[in-house]
């Protein structure tokens, strides 16, 4: 389940799938003990669940059918640095914060 | 460029984290950022996971985050110096293909005098700025997902394990998929050219140039696009 909030944005609580003040009631079953259905997930959450049979790999879309935000809370992003530490964008709460997008290519 | 900002910004309140969206991950980006010298935190995403997050569809692309942690502008084109070409004429005796994507670059709008002018304002005024958004703004003009454009995300994710797993006969079929179902995401398109192009370590004479891999190319899409919607205005 930490996973799937760290992929995705999206927790699994007693309430629901959500992601910050959004919650999305699941249909019993979808998640207990700690698994996940996540095709039943992934319906529920309108989220492409793409497969490869060929080499036996599922991947999980974002939820369609909106925009890309569903929410203006930003989303609880862990990415590593170049010597592999791990920086947790929450850790800069309290001061404004440009994050930029770029590339080698 | 980034660390230039950087310095101007942090004594205002402002810090800059930059993301290097490179599926070769950390030695793809090192050079870049070993040159640069950054003091903020510069990060390596070589799964793709702020673009699905926020919605970039191209670089250099940025979000805006307040005290609170909540976006005061959504994924939007982030310039903050104007292009080098612009103001000068195409060099002559270049590659025919290099002397087109340099035409084509020099029409591509760059309003950093524009976008520095706000994100200054914004540094300085916080939410009386008039370039923060609401929330409700913020969510209403980030990224459209239609379903074709959510299961791009998910074949773009395939592409690159598989591409990583060295498997990459599949891994075009994937990258190929994800172009089809969202032709105006850049990232997918240039991240995906570029990994067919140039060898891991060297510099590439191809420049996203055209394959037998793949149906596109970075001249002839901008071509058929228009270079004026390369990147959206920010307003």
Known sequence: MDDLERRTGWAIK??????????????????????????????QLRMPLVHDGDHGLWALGPPAGGRALSTAVAPELELPDLSGQPFALSSLRGQKVVLIAWASW | MWQALRSELHPAGVEVVTVALDTGGADAARPWIEAARPEHPSLIDAAHVSDELLGFVNVPNAVWIDEEGVLTRPAHPAHVQGSGFADSPVPEGLPPRIHDMLVEVKKIPNHSDVYLGALRDWAQRGSASPWALSPAEVVARSQPRPPGHAEAAACFELGQHLWRQGQRDAAV???????RLQPDNWTYKRQAWTLATTKEGEASDLIQGPTDLYDGNWLDDVRAAGAENYYIAFE
């Open chain 1, 14 to 43: 007693p309430q629901g799938a959500c992601k910050a003040e959004v919650c999305v009631p699941l249909e019993p079953g979808t998640a207990e003990d700690g698994d996940v259905d996540v095709a039943s997930f992934a319906r």
């Open chain 2, 173 to 179: 079929a994937w990258f190929r998929e994800a172009h």
